[in-house]
């Protein structure tokens, strides 16, 4: 027993010592285990053909755990990237082989590397090697194909598609605006009862509202103070209309009166009972309007009788008339349609100009007024910016950029003492014919290939150049300025007052220079343009935007 112990005893110690070896043998094994990324890479080919295409794979060996980035975007400048394909992956056991391609090309002649790539993997980054691309121009047949010149640039015709569709919508709204006129202002309308009685003459328009007061239900609802207002308003606006006497706004006496001096002048033949029963119905009517008097229904309808009598008698008393009142009633029917025509086109002038206005104030608060404005007469920027835009190469070494017209060559003649410099320099430029704005790009290639360009130089020869043009009063900032891909340059801006095209007079403008450039070459861009042009900032800063270059020759 005593030996069995001593035995399990010198067991424990044993494992005691040898547990640190055991940890590290166990920590090796794991390690071993997890064994270190394997990433190759290959080209199809080194040498194409400009345009061509050369296939760049990379396979990466790694455990089913790890996690792999590839590269994205435009990374393998100066090549630039067509396509990445999709990943491809094969399992084997408990590792994982990723394979992707890139299908990358080149446009220019040269031989470019195609630098490393960083594959991230658990947030490690692996470099991949970097390959030398050779690209050859394609050969032209000079022998069996004859050469021509090239050909001058051409003006093409603005399409007119715009311009017409404009136009349709135009005459579109002016046929609506014609239509609603018509129907609501020149149409004739079909008369109404009212506007068909309001026609007839005096003496028939008097007898027919006699007959419908006869009709009415004034003296069954017990209405005589509306029914003898009526039949008083009838036989007044009767006289004053056919007998030229003042009825309206007479008081009964003095209507009376009226009549009885017109009968002792003899110019209204009526007799005086016909004058005496004209002047009880007036009284009645006034005591009826006045003083709550009811007479009875059978009163009140000879009373109808009689002045319907009354305006018979009135009317066959009234002498003919001659034939100047005739051809003045004539007239004055004339002058009535005339003022009635008058009267609809104001109408029709007053709402077209409604609707204008209305269609403006829309337009304005939905739009901006200045750019209704603009849009309405003209803006020679708005109209660039809403152009069909151009994106081009221009020069050697190449400036890409886009551009609201093509941008044109322009012949520079070097002086002597600057070919010495100077191996060849390519300017294309378009100057907008109204306003300030201009843009242009030159491309200069040195006569030494080892010099890096002057940009302070540079920069102030453009400034000296303003000036000569008679630009003064010029402002300038400077800061850097890189492309979408990254390459970087300097960017030269500010303000000043320049001449404007064809004129002495001194406009208030901005000016933006970017210039590029390595060892035996130099690039830059100029704009200018009017300041507070909103539509030309909106150009120069698409433009801006769109700038590419090549940094190597």
């Not at 400034?463 to 340059?489: D, M, P, R, Y």
């Amino acid at each position: 027993m005593i030996t069995t112990n001593r035995t399990i005893e010198s067991g424990v110690s044993f494992i005691k010592r040898i547990s640190p070896l055991l940890v590290f043998l166990l920590f090796f094994v794991e390690l071993s285990a997890q064994e270190r990324p394997n990433i190759t890479t290959k080209v199809d080919t080194t040498f194409i053909k400009i345009g061509e295409q050369v296939q760049w794979t990379v396979t990466v060996d790694i455990d089913s755990t790890d996690f792999v980035i590839f590269p994205e975007g435009q990374t393998f400048s100066p090549l630039e990237t067509v396509e990445a394909f999709a990943t491809d992956t094969t399992r084997k056991k408990d590792r994982l082989t990723l394979q992707k391609i890139y299908a990358l090309t080149q446009f220019d002649s040269g031989a470019y590397k195609l630098p490393s790539q960083r594959i991230d993997i658990n947030g490690t980054g692996y470099m991949t090697d970097s390959t030398l691309i050779n690209v050859a121009t394609i050969p032209v047949d000079t022998l069996n194909q004859k050469m021509y010149d090239i050909k001058p640039l051409i003006n093409v015709e603005k399409s007119n598609l715009a311009f017409w569709k404009y136009l349709l919508i135009g005459l579109l709204i002016l046929l609506i605006l014609g239509a609603l006129l018509y129907w609501f202002v020149f149409r004739k309308k079909p008369l109404t009862e009212e506007e068909k009685v309001a026609l007839l003459p005096p003496y028939d328009r008097a007898l027919l509202e006699l007959k419908r007061l006869e009709n009415s239900k004034y003296l069954i609802q017990d209405e005589y103070k509306e029914y003898y207002s009526e039949l008083t308003t009838i036989v007044r606006s009767y006289l004053e209309e056919d007998a030229n006497v003042t009825a309206l706004e007479s008081t009964t006496g003095q209507l009376i009166e009226k009549l009885e001096l017109l009968k002792d002048a003899g110019e209204l033949q009526l007799d005086d009972e016909t004058i005496k029963q004209f002047s009880q119905i007036l009284q009645t009517a006034d005591l009826v309007k006045f003083a709550k008097n009811k007479p009875s229904t059978s009163v009140a309808e000879q009373d109808r009788k009689l002045v319907e009598q009354i305006v018979e008698k009135t009317h066959e008393a009234l002498p003919e008339p001659t034939e100047e009142e005739l051809l003045e009633q004539a007239e004055y029917q004339e002058e009535l349609e005339r003022k009635a025509k008058k009267k609809k086109i104001k109408i029709a002038i007053l709402s077209t100009v409604a609707l204008i206005l209305i269609g403006i104030t829309i337009a304005g608060v939905k739009f901006g007024f200045g750019y209704l404005k603009d849009t309405v007469l003209g803006h020679p920027t708005k109209e660039l910016l809403e152009s069909e835009w151009v994106r081009s190469s221009y020069g050697f070494p190449p400036i890409q950029v886009e551009t609201p017209q093509v941008l044109v060559r322009q012949k520079i003649k070097l002086p002597v003492e600057a070919k010495a410099v100077i191996e060849d320099i390519q300017a294309f430029q378009y100057s907008s014919p109204i306003g300030l704005f201009n843009v242009a790009t030159t491309s200069v290639t040195l006569a030494q290939k080892d010099v890096e360009p002057e940009f302070d130089k540079t920069i102030e020869q453009i400034l000296s150049n303003f000036e000569s043009q008679g630009a003064k009063n010029i402002i300038t900032k400077q800061e850097e300025f890189s492309t979408i891909s990254g390459v970087k340059g300097v960017k030269v801006f500010g303000s000043g007052k320049f001449l404007a095209p064809g004129s002495e007079e001194l406009m208030e403008g901005e000016y933006t220079v970017l210039l590029f450039g390595g060892k035996g070459f130099q690039q830059y861009v100029i704009l200018t343009w009017l300041k507070d042009d909103t539509y030309a900032q909106e150009i120069v800063d698409r433009i801006l935007a769109s700038v590419e270059v090549k940094t190597e020759v």
